[in-house]
């Protein structure tokens, strides 16, 4: 019973903290961008299109090249999770879990269809994320080649709009790969509560590192107008 309490107490702890995280961040990405290297990213993609989009007989081919560089990467992620996806259910459905002294924690065979469930749930969503993000990219790979002076002003299509829908794939490619993350957690989880909740505090401090500046808006300047605009689509 003592060693269940420890799941009760620290599964939930770890999610919490990666859960609060993220709300945290994506406060500051909300209210302060240009302090958060996704924020930076955004505002630099925004500038990078409407460069592409003032030339497009000069940097059509470099923007179609990058672009599906892009689509590349999420369809790797988007393959894997998938692929893991399958692992983990064939697992689930021809594994019969056994009692293991080395797992101080729950260690029924409930207890590990539920583990190997959450990480079932952590790739599906993966595989959501990354199929929205290819499907953002090779929308934008389309719209990209347009170019911006010979737009007419009645049409909606502007370098703002190409803009957010890469931005939008580059967040759905963010996503995908933070699921991933939330994956190794629940893997270390099959070894018990304490390797899961020392790695869901690890991983916190990593993300830290990765995703805040401490270069505060040195890239991009003053540019007030472009942080509410990121702030409003983040």
Not at 10 to 38: F, K, N
Request: aromatic fraction near 14%; include cysteine.
């Amino acid at each position: 019973m003592k060693k269940e309490v420890l799941d009760y107490i620290l599964v939930p702890s770890g999610l919490l903290l990666m859960v609060a995280y993220h709300i945290w961040l994506l406060h500051r990405i909300i209210t302060q961008p240009t302090r958060t290297v996704i924020g930076i990213n955004a505002i630099n993609r925004r500038i990078w299109v409407k460069t592409m989009m003032e030339d497009t007989s000069k940097n059509g081919v470099l923007a179609v090249q990058t672009l599906r560089n892009n689509i590349m990467a999420s369809t790797l992620l988007a393959s894997t999770a998938i692929m893991l996806s399958s692992l983990i259910a064939v697992l689930m459905t021809n594994s019969n879990s056994q009692p293991s002294v080395f797992v101080y924690g729950v260690n029924s065979e409930l207890g590990f269809s539920i583990k190997f469930f959450s990480i079932l749930v952590c790739f599906l969503v993966a595989f959501l994320f990354n199929v929205q993000s290819i499907r953002y990219y090779s929308h934008a790979s389309i719209l990209i080649n347009v170019p911006v002076k010979r737009i007419n002003q009645s049409t909606h299509l502007t370098a703002e709009y190409v803009g957010r829908a890469l931005n939008k794939g580059s967040y759905f490619w963010s996503l995908g790969l933070r699921a991933f993350y939330f994956s190794f957690p629940l893997f270390l989880w099959i070894f018990g509560p304490i390797p899961m909740f020392s790695s869901c505090v690890l991983l916190v401090f990593m993300l830290y590192f990765l995703d805040i500046t401490f270069e505060f808006g040195w890239a991009i300047g003053n540019v007030d107008d472009t942080d509410e605009e990121v702030g409003m689509t983040a």
